[in-house]
């Protein structure tokens, strides 16, 4: 049953915190970073609001959740998209079954109140409107200003706030005076093979072994070329391999690469195959090379060829 508080006599329906098993496998450095900014140092000190970035599905939301539950935090989160109002983060108001308008607070709102963590997941894809009205809440003032419910909600001092930006092209220029608000700046890195063969392992237990690999490799030498396939895409290419060869009774191996088509299409499957992605990447050191410049025999003979 919803929880509801009452500020300057009007009553809050609360949302409900998010009910996951966060558990973060990557750098601890990073996972160290983004505790550290929400450490006090002080009795006088307030938390640090930072913002998390990096390519879509390598990690971000996982990151902070997992955080946010080691500090011992309930977690709550808010989809951010360019569609989002002033409102959605903060006060919604809901016509009630008696027709009576009732009030229901966002999940950041509900943050406040509670003393839990908030994660503005993709905040670079909400409009400046947006942003504004939490201008308060990401200084020292912590609070926000619901103008459809009339109230000034306060920020509990367990709050936490951080906000996870995608880099790529359908997503706002966050305003200055918001992202001076928003620091530290925490990038993710693509994790090391290791790590991400564990958290493929996490998320596909039953997952044979050389399929785990398998995939694993294959996301190393797509990260090595910057090609957009992160351990979300590993993940999804498991399940459908598993579930195809369940389905026509073969090898899970044999459906890696109908997995990686159902998943990444034909340019993926030319990239598992060793053939050049549509247009050249640089390698780390800055020049331009193939696939094979990385271990891929063209003629197929390498010890290191992926297996198909």
Same mark, same amino acid.
């Given at each position: 049953?919803?929880?509801?508080?009452?500020?300057?006599?009007?009553?809050?329906?609360?949302?409900?915190?998010?009910?996951?098993?966060?558990?973060?496998?990557?750098?601890?450095?990073?996972?160290?970073?983004?505790?550290?900014?929400?450490?006090?140092?002080?009795?006088?000190?307030?938390?640090?609001?930072?913002?998390?970035?990096?390519?879509?599905?390598?990690?971000?939301?996982?990151?902070?959740?997992?955080?946010?539950?080691?500090?011992?935090?309930?977690?709550?989160?808010? $989809?951010?998209?360019?569609?989002?109002?002033?409102?959605?983060?903060?006060?919604?108001?809901?016509?009630?079954?008696?027709?009576?308008?009732?009030?229901?607070?966002?999940?950041?709102?509900?943050?406040?109140?509670?003393?839990?963590?908030?994660?503005?997941? &993709?905040?670079?894809?909400?409009?400046?409107?947006?942003?504004?009205?939490?201008?308060?809440?990401?200084?020292?003032?912590?609070?926000?200003?619901?103008?459809?419910?009339?109230?000034?909600?306060?920020?509990?001092?367990?709050?936490?706030?951080?906000?996870?930006?995608?880099?790529?092209?359908?997503?706002?220029?966050?305003?200055?005076?918001?992202?001076?608000?928003? $620091?530290? $700046?925490?990038?993710?890195?693509?994790?090391?093979?290791?790590?991400?063969?564990?958290?493929?392992?996490?998320?596909?237990?039953?997952?044979?072994?050389?399929?785990?690999?398998?995939?694993?490799?294959?996301?190393?030498?797509?990260?090595?070329?910057?090609?957009?396939?992160?351990?979300?895409?590993?993940?999804?290419?498991?399940?459908?391999?598993?579930?195809?060869?369940?389905?026509?009774?073969?090898?899970?191996?044999?459906?890696? &690469?109908?997995?990686?088509?159902?998943?990444?299409?034909?340019?993926?499957?030319?990239?598992? $195959?060793?053939?050049?992605?549509?247009?050249?990447?640089?390698?780390?050191?800055?020049?331009?090379?193939?696939?094979?410049?990385?271990?891929?025999?063209?003629?197929?003979?390498?010890?290191?060829?992926?297996?198909?």
């Amino acid at each position: 049953m919803a929880e509801h508080v009452t500020i300057e006599n009007v009553e809050l329906v609360l949302s409900h915190p998010v009910e996951l098993e966060a558990r973060w496998i990557g750098s601890p450095h990073i996972a160290r970073q983004l505790a550290a900014a929400w450490t006090l140092a002080h009795r006088d000190d307030i938390p640090l609001n930072p913002r998390l970035i990096g390519k879509p599905g390598i990690g971000k939301t996982t990151l902070a959740c997992a955080v946010a539950r080691d500090m011992g935090l309930p977690v709550y989160i808010v $989809q951010c998209t360019m569609d989002t109002r002033p409102e959605d983060l903060i006060v919604t108001p809901v016509i009630a079954q008696d027709n009576r308008i009732a009030y229901h607070a966002s999940p950041l709102a509900t943050a406040m109140l509670r003393g839990g963590a908030c994660v503005l997941d &993709e905040g670079n894809r909400m409009s400046e409107k947006s942003w504004a009205s939490l201008a308060p809440l990401l200084d020292h003032r912590r609070y926000v200003e619901s103008i459809v419910a009339g109230i000034k909600i306060p920020a509990h001092p367990a709050f936490r706030v951080c906000c996870t930006m995608n880099d790529d092209a359908s997503t706002y220029e966050v305003p200055e005076y918001i992202q001076s608000r928003l $620091q530290p $700046q925490i990038e993710l890195e693509f994790p090391s093979k290791d790590a991400e063969k564990d958290i493929l392992r996490l998320n596909v237990p039953f997952a044979p072994s050389e399929l785990l690999e398998q995939a694993a490799r294959f996301l190393q030498r797509a990260h090595r070329f910057d090609l957009p396939y992160t351990v979300r895409d590993g993940i999804h290419i498991l399940r459908y391999a598993l579930k195809k060869a369940s389905l026509e009774n073969l090898a899970p191996l044999a459906c890696l &690469e109908e997995g990686v088509r159902g998943v990444l299409g034909t340019a993926g499957v030319d990239f598992l $195959q060793g053939r050049l992605p549509a247009a050249p990447r640089r390698s780390s050191d800055g020049d331009e090379e193939s696939p094979f410049d990385s271990g891929w025999d063209e003629a197929g003979d390498d010890d290191d060829e992926m297996d198909r």
